[in-house]
T-cell receptor
Framework: GESVGLHLPTLSVQEGDNSIINCAYS??????FIWYKQESGKGPQFIID?????DKRQGQRVTVLLNKTVKHLSLQIAATQPGDSAVYFC??????????????FGKGTHLIIQP | DAGITQSPRHKVTETGTPVTLRCHQT?????MYWYRQDPGHGLRLIHY???????DKGEVSDGYSVSRSKTEDFLLTLESATSSQTSVYFC????????????FGQGTRLTVV
């Protein structure tokens, strides 16, 4: 069936470097995407979202890029800090479905920050 | 955490017993969701609600039922708990379709022994 997944389960980066977390999706009808951050013992925390009519969106220290041609999503974190250590999930939704269907989540990438 | 409270936060129960988890929100958001999170599966949707007394099934609804008698409360019931329902359960809320900026609670860790 349709799925959203991540290329790498673990990503280790040096503090201060930029991080790039990738996500592939297979539902060509998906038109809304979200990145979540989940710290140990906590619920997922919204980071940034993007709609399919955009290919880039920037937030504070984060940028999401969407390539609809290859169905690929990425999250870029600038100047990575120790507090960025967490599991990052991409999620997607097909709004044209007409209902309140929940998000479809990828399995997550664990971002580890090296001092 | 966007005014979402899940209770209990931890529970251990025996196989075959009924269990009810509660999600309470103070944001007056229309949409509420229950997800479960398991290693290797990420978060999967169990049930969702788009208003009082309006609920529908998600991806993994077997063995679960829900009720929403008030805007602020969304209950998840395991009628007869099984070991396969050991998981961390998250409630989420959102104001607009399609589940934009869904906010999550802190989770309930349920262990069925």
């Amino acid at each position: 069936g349709e799925s959203v997944g991540l290329h790498l389960p673990t990503l280790s980066v040096q503090e201060g470097d930029n991080s790039i977390i990738n996500c592939a999706y297979s539902n060509s009808a998906s038109d809304y995407f979200i990145w979540y951050k989940q710290e140990s013992g906590k619920g997922p925390q919204f980071i940034i979202d993007i709609r399919s009519n955009m290919d880039k969106r920037q937030g504070q220290r984060v940028t999401v890029l969407l390539n609809k041609t290859v169905k690929h999503l990425s999250l870029q974190i600038a100047a990575t800090q120790p507090g960025d250590s967490a599991v990052y999930f991409c999620a997607e939704n097909e709004s044209a479905g007409g209902g309140a269907d929940g998000l479809t989540f990828g399995k997550g990438t664990h971002l580890i920050i090296q001092p | 955490d966007a005014g979402i409270t899940q209770s209990p936060r931890h529970k251990v129960t025996e196989t075959g017993t009924p269990v009810t988890l509660r999600c309470h929100q103070t944001e007056n958001h229309r949409y509420m969701y229950w997800y479960r999170q398991d290693p290797g599966h990420g978060l999967r949707l169990i049930h969702y609600s788009y208003g009082v007394k309006d609920t529908d099934k998600g991806e993994v609804s077997d063995g679960y039922s829900v009720s929403r008698s008030k805007t602020e409360d969304f209950l998840l019931t395991l009628e007869s708990a099984t070991s396969s329902q050991t998981s961390v359960y998250f409630c989420a809320i959102s104001e607009n379709r399609p589940n934009t900026e869904a906010f999550f609670g802190q989770g309930t860790r349920l262990t069925v022994v």
